[in-house]
Nanobody, 127 residues
Framework: VQLQASGGGSVQAGGSLRLSCVAS????????MGWFRQAPGKEREFVAV????????YYADSAKGRFTISRDNAKNTVNLQMNSLTPEDTAVYYC?????????????????????WGQGTQVTVSS
């Protein structure tokens, strides 16, 4: 599956952005979809994940209450609505797809478990 992320940009603290990731080349609802981010000099970290049907979601503590992940399987799209952004959210954001059938938190929050990655979209939050 090929993934194309978009929607990044520059905002001031307290602002919002909506990231989108469009998938092609395979059956989208066969994949658990996750969002990760990587700031300069830091490791890639988990942000949010959504199950194949969209009924289950899980968030990093840093994202809870501010970010919302959603998917539209008819449009092969997964979105990440980000509100109340802070400078600490500045990073390149990546969407990723995992073909596992198991909703196992330790696995689906781990970057190396994902099979496919988008190219990343830059989010910059200024204070």
């Amino acid at each position: 599956v090929q993934l194309q992320a978009s929607g990044g940009g520059s905002v001031q603290a307290g602002g919002s952005l909506r990231l989108s990731c469009v998938a092609s080349g395979s059956t989208f609802n066969n994949y658990i979809m996750g969002w990760f981010r990587q700031a300069p000099g830091k490791e890639r970290e988990f942000v949010a994940v959504i199950s194949r049907g969209g009924g289950n979601t899980y968030y990093a503590d840093s994202a809870k209450g501010r970010f919302t992940i959603s998917r539209d399987n008819a449009k092969n799209t997964v979105n990440l609505q980000m509100n109340s952004l802070t400078p600490e959210d500045t990073a390149v954001y990546y969407c990723a797809a995992e073909s596992t059938v198991w909703w196992h938190i330790a696995s689906i929050t781990t970057a190396r478990k994902y099979d496919y990655w988008g190219q990343g979209t830059q989010v910059t939050v200024s204070s």
